[in-house]
């Protein structure tokens, strides 16, 4: 079987924290992994090149204040991950996505509140896992 190959991972490279504005993309602008070409930089959407079912997970290292992060198809909330209290400082979501080829998934900033930290300590990862 020829088995296709799809996975990336990225992270936030800024020169300052990225405050939250609801509904707008969190910028993983960084590649570590883009086997298949399918995850782009500059939009930090990645777009899915095949029919199938996708794991996805978003790590993100937040401020007190911050509320959640969303894990988007197609501009609709699939994954939502959220903190319980004002001490924490980290958010993570994570599932299987089924997938339509050409179905865009991304990171959006659940709410107006706090900010998330630059650098490698937020990532969003996503592969292919069956056809």
């Not at 509904?23 to 960084?30: A, C, E, L």
Request: charged share 20%.
């Amino acid at each position: 079987a020829n088995r296709k190959k799809v996975a990336f991972s990225a992270f936030i490279v800024k020169d300052h924290d990225i405050p939250a504005s609801a509904n707008q993309i969190v910028p993983f602008n960084s590649v570590l992994v883009n086997t298949g070409e399918a995850y782009n930089n500059f939009t930090s959407v990645f777009t899915a090149p095949y029919d199938g079912d996708y794991f996805f997970i978003v790590s993100a290292d937040v401020s007190p204040d911050y509320a959640k992060v969303n894990l988007v198809r197609n501009n609709v909330p699939v994954i939502k991950a959220d903190k319980d209290d004002q001490v924490s400082t980290h958010v993570t979501g994570c599932g299987i996505i089924n997938l339509t080829a050409g179905d865009v998934v991304a990171v959006t900033h659940g709410a107006n509140k706090g900010y998330v930290d630059d650098g490698r300590d937020s990532t969003f990862t996503g592969f292919l896992i069956a056809e």
